[in-house]
């Protein structure tokens, strides 16, 4: 009942799964909830100090179910990691709206739900909502219309949490990662786009999963304890000005 927990949505891998493994180490339970319940028990089935639930974050009463779960499990949540999302590119004239509302429903709604659900558990320990959106909610880019909306309606989806939620003691800030180097990025970036981002990126490489993973840590930690309604940047520096010419660039 004194251990501070944590539930980390699409914990099967990548970020989520970086970021349920950084909590574990520093001595968190953590409820890690994915809808691909394969990957997921996989990946549980190594880690101590876990609960796994199977739930799709775009579902209200799968939602319900899984929050009940976790704090009658738990006996507290501390903090709520809204990392569950979908990408889907292409350009405007060819998303239909139904591709459009996919996006939506997992990127926008599961925020949404997941959140409204936990807001009277962290009320009650004071606890922090960390949301992840993206690089492509702070800065347009082509072929994202449903992506980069989602995200950025998730950044403000986060102030809005830190306005009604702080008189509360409960903080909600957002991430929003640059290009990481997942093994799905990597299998769908030609060495030409991999080229172009080391080009735009001051720090002129990918990140990785841990590197945005210790960004989520710390947000849910006492250490940020007067840190809320912000998006902090874990890119590189990707959202900066321009860097100059690649052709100048060691």
């Known amino acids: 009942m004194t251990r501070k927990t944590v539930i980390v949505t699409g914990a099967a891998r990548g970020i989520g799964l970086a970021a349920a493994k950084q ?19 996989a ?19 799968q939602v319900a179910a899984m929050m009940a779960e976790c704090a009658e499990h738990f006996g507290r949540i501390d903090a709520l990691v809204n990392n569950a999302g979908v990408a889907d590119f292409g350009p405007i004239e060819e998303t239909g709206f139904d591709r459009w509302r996919r996006v939506m ?6 925020v949404f739900l997941c959140s409204q659900a936990a807001i009277p558990h962290l009320k009650e320990t004071a606890g922090a909502i960390v949301n992840i959106a993206s690089i492509s909610g702070l800065r347009a880019s082509t072929l ?4 980069g909306t989602s995200k950025a309606a ?33 299998a769908v970036h030609s060495q030409e786009i991999i080229d172009a981002y080391h080009d735009a990126i001051p720090l002129n490489r990918y990140g ?7 960004v989520i840590v710390f947000l849910c930690s006492d250490k940020a ?14 959202q900066s000005t321009g860097v100059g010419l690649p052709a100048l660039r060691k």
């Open 105 to 110: 429903e997992t990127n926008l709604d599961g």
């Open 225 to 238: 304890s007067y840190v809320t309604g912000q998006t902090i940047a874990s890119d590189g520096g990707f």
């Open 23 to 41: 909590f574990l180490a520093e001595g968190r339970q953590v409820a890690m909830i994915d809808r691909d319940g394969e990957a997921l028990m």
């Open 144 to 147: 994202r219309v449903a992506y």
């Open 43 to 61: 990946e549980v089935a190594q880690l101590k100090n876990v609960l796994p639930v199977v739930c799709d974050v775009s579902q209200p009463d």
């Open 208 to 214: 990785s999963e841990d590197e945005i993973a210790s």
């Open 154 to 186: 998730v950044i403000h989806l986060t102030q809005q949490q830190a306005a009604e939620l702080g008189e509360h003691g409960v903080r909600a800030n957002c991430v929003a990662p640059g290009p990481v180097r997942t093994k799905l990025a990597m």
